[in-house]
């Protein structure tokens, strides 16, 4: 498969915003290229390394670059235009690879990530378990749905090991890879409902995940279909859920908030990420109309999650 290399040019100070964007077209799995963040790393780490190339520590601007893939099909091509779209005036680079350069990319980068309990470990490692409760969530990192290395994921997948309960019946909204509809199989939920307006991409993505993982594959439903519009969408979706989770922006998060409130029993949980500082009030804001009660948030370097109760 042929896939298209994009690179979109912006500052050190805008790569979380130019992110934000991308994951309103559907894109969050992205590389994040900063010469300054580099440095400044070296910099603060200095006396732990033996040698740093002094070239390095040189930064003769403030350009950073924010990479992704979509392949070189039509589903690839609309991603591509809806991001050109948000993150216009930038300049943008695009250039082609193949399915074998975009792989061994990915092995080179992607190792086993600890989230609390969880560890998110692709396809291609041996991983051993560290503690006896550990939770081993394998994925297939080929897709630009989420591998779980943002800071967006990381902090949902530490609220659905919190929150979640065995037994309960969740609704992954905008599942992507279903990252979080699988990791909360794997801590007991008893029935997950994914559902993500890619009824290609992100369905494969979750199905194959899924399959890596020692799951029950009859308590997994995956859908496509826009919830929050269409109201087929939400009757097929049904109602009486223990938690609706969604890792997405705020731009989506807050449409959903009433939305989440008909899917939830009294008392049931909205689990949500994506939210960068700045859009913080507005989510905070669209909860309370909802009649959602906010009962924790957590920052992760300008991006938040925040878990809310239906009428506690």
């Not at 002094?54 to 991603?79: C, Q, R, W």
Request: proline share 3%; glycine share 8%; charged share 20%.
């Amino acid at each position: 498969m042929e896939w298209i290399k994009v690179s979109v040019e912006t500052t050190s100070n805008e790569t979380e915003t130019v992110t934000a964007l991308l994951m309103q077209a559907g894109i969050t799995g992205v590389e994040i290229i900063d010469a300054t963040e580099r440095a400044a790393f070296l910099e603060s780490t200095k006396r732990t390394w033996d040698y740093a190339e002094e070239s390095l520590l040189i930064v003769d601007s403030d350009k950073a670059y924010v990479v992704f893939y979509v392949t070189k099909d039509n589903n690839g091509t609309e991603l591509l235009a809806q991001a050109k779209n948000l993150v216009a005036p930038r300049s943008i680079n695009i250039e082609q690879t193949n399915d074998e350069t975009w792989l061994n990319e990915w092995k080179k980068h992607f190792k086993p990530i600890r989230v609390g309990n969880v560890v998110i470990v692709p396809e291609w490692e041996e991983y051993i378990k560290e503690n006896d409760s550990d939770i081993i969530f394998t994925i297939d990192p080929g897709t630009a749905f989420g591998t779980g290395q943002h800071q967006t994921t990381k902090l949902c997948v530490s609220a659905v090991e919190k929150w979640i309960k065995p037994g309960d019946k969740i609704i992954d909204v905008g599942c992507g890879s279903g990252i979080l509809s699988i990791i909360s199989l794997l801590v007991g939920a008893n029935h997950v409902y994914a559902i993500d307006i890619d009824p290609a991409g992100a369905i494969a993505a979750t199905k194959r995940n899924a399959e890596l993982n020692p799951v029950d594959l009859s308590k997994l439903v995956i859908q496509a279909g826009d919830i929050i519009s269409d109201a087929k969408a939400r009757n097929d979706a049904g109602n009486g859920y223990d938690v609706v989770v969604a890792n997405i922006v705020a731009d989506v998060i807050i449409p959903l908030a009433p939305v989440a409130m008909q899917l939830l029993k009294p008392g049931g949980l909205f689990v949500t990420s994506g939210i960068i500082d700045e859009r913080l009030d507005d989510v905070y804001n669209a909860f309370t109309q909802a009649g959602i009660i906010v009962l924790e948030t957590k920052n992760m370097e300008g991006w938040n999650s925040v878990v809310g109760s239906a009428n506690a």
